[in-house]
């Protein structure tokens, strides 16, 4: 059975991985909002049809589905939502300038972000963590800092994500413990799509640009969102949370072998460096013996 949960966790890390070269290829014909709203739509719509599926299958069963729309649900989503939305436009936006192998090294810099910021919400982080932190720093900084201290416009749109995509996943450690996770993601994907209408109304995308990016958007937003969110409940059930972190963090892995088979992007030997301690740090965080805080998605 753990085995069956660890291969399930590794199929969602890969296609969250790949997800960054879709985002990348949909940059081509799109602005970065209106692909971000449209995505977020599709990932809605892909969720609730799942949440229809289960609901069939549940009733056939004569067991209750579990979604339950109250106050607390729709509090949890909107808040995630938001965060969901901040952080996916400055990813997308830094994704534009940068490769998308490095933008997934400097984005997963969330992993290490969580714990820290979980101290200010009375949750101490252990001394791994901290050593974790500084070498993620070492990371970052072989990876965006060129020509002493000069940082490339789209990094920082990207350490920006890292930060929102932290805040986004302790709101939902905050709200998902009382409710369903699949509901609370259907809502916020919702709440991240509504949120980019009026920037997708100035973007003024047109008809020919959505189906110009028809593939990656589809990409972005059923296989990242509806499939792989379903895999990751699916595999981290009655699994130890460390380790599905662990191997869900290998999606910037994934990311940069994508983004050199598909996209052609080649890093420099400054920069492969800077992956290595990157994803040292990330590994390191995630051992057994942190402080039990989830990590979800940032894809």
Same mark, same amino acid.
Request: hydrophobic share 55%; aromatic share 12%.
């Given at each position: 059975?753990?085995?069956?949960?660890?291969?399930?966790?590794?199929?969602?890390?890969?296609?969250?991985?790949?997800?960054?070269?879709?985002?990348?290829?949909?940059?081509?014909?799109?602005?970065?909002?209106?692909?971000?709203?449209?995505?977020?739509?599709?990932?809605?719509?892909?969720?609730?049809?799942?949440?229809?599926?289960?609901?069939?299958?549940?009733?056939?069963?004569?067991?209750?589905?579990?979604?339950?729309?109250?106050?607390?649900?729709?509090?949890?989503?909107?808040?995630?939502?938001?965060?969901?939305?901040?952080?996916?436009?400055?990813?997308?936006?830094?994704?534009?300038?940068?490769?998308?192998?490095?933008?997934?090294?400097?984005?997963?810099?969330?992993?290490?972000?969580?714990?820290?910021?979980?101290?200010?919400?009375?949750?101490?982080?252990?001394?791994?963590?901290?050593? !974790? #932190? $500084?070498?993620? /720093? %070492? &990371?970052?900084?072989? +990876?965006?800092?060129?020509?002493? *201290?000069?940082?490339?416009? @789209?990094?920082?749109?990207?350490?920006?994500?890292?930060?929102?995509?932290?805040?986004?996943?302790?709101?939902?450690?905050?709200?998902?413990?009382?409710?369903?996770?699949?509901?609370?993601?259907?809502?916020?994907?919702?709440?991240?799509?509504?949120?980019?209408?009026?920037?997708?109304?100035?973007?003024?995308?047109?008809?020919?640009?959505?189906?110009?990016?028809?593939?990656?958007?589809?990409?972005?937003?059923?296989?990242?969102?509806?499939?792989?969110?379903?895999?990751?409940?699916?595999?981290?059930?009655?699994?130890?949370?460390?380790?599905?972190?662990?191997?869900?963090?290998?999606? !910037? #892995? $994934?990311?940069? /072998? %994508? &983004?050199?088979?598909? +996209?052609?992007?080649?890093?420099? *030997?400054?920069?492969?460096? @800077?992956?290595?301690?990157?994803?040292?740090?990330?590994?390191?965080?995630?051992?057994?013996?942190?402080?039990?805080?989830?990590?979800?998605?940032?894809?």
């Amino acid at each position: 059975m753990k085995l069956k949960n660890s291969l399930i966790l590794f199929l969602a890390s890969f296609i969250w991985g790949t997800t960054f070269v879709a985002q990348r290829m949909g940059m081509d014909h799109m602005e970065p909002i209106s692909f971000n709203g449209i995505r977020s739509f599709i990932g809605f719509l892909s969720l609730f049809c799942v949440i229809l599926l289960r609901k069939m299958i549940l009733r056939k069963k004569g067991r209750q589905d579990p979604f339950i729309l109250n106050k607390k649900l729709l509090l949890g989503g909107l808040v995630c939502g938001f965060f969901l939305f901040a952080a996916s436009v400055c990813q997308q936006i830094g994704i534009k300038y940068t490769g998308a192998g490095k933008s997934a090294f400097i984005t997963a810099f969330y992993i290490i972000l969580v714990p820290v910021l979980a101290v200010f919400l009375r949750k101490p982080a252990g001394k791994r963590v901290w050593i !974790s #932190v $500084f070498i993620a /720093l %070492a &990371g970052l900084y072989l +990876l965006s800092v060129k020509d002493g *201290f000069s940082i490339a416009s @789209g990094d920082i749109f990207l350490f920006a994500c890292a930060f929102l995509y932290a805040c986004q996943i302790l709101s939902i450690d905050h709200f998902a413990p009382e409710l369903d996770s699949l509901s609370l993601s259907c809502i916020q994907f919702l709440t991240a799509g509504i949120l980019s209408v009026p920037f997708m109304l100035a973007e003024k995308p047109a008809l020919s640009q959505v189906f110009s990016s028809l593939w990656p958007l589809l990409y972005a937003g059923v296989m990242s969102s509806g499939v792989a969110y379903t895999c990751q409940i699916i595999g981290q059930k009655d699994m130890d949370p460390s380790v599905a972190s662990l191997i869900m963090s290998f999606e !910037s #892995v $994934f990311s940069l /072998l %994508a &983004g050199w088979i598909i +996209l052609h992007e080649h890093l420099s *030997f400054r920069e492969l460096i @800077g992956c290595a301690l990157m994803l040292t740090a990330i590994l390191l965080s995630q051992l057994p013996g942190n402080q039990d805080i989830p990590v979800e998605n940032a894809g």
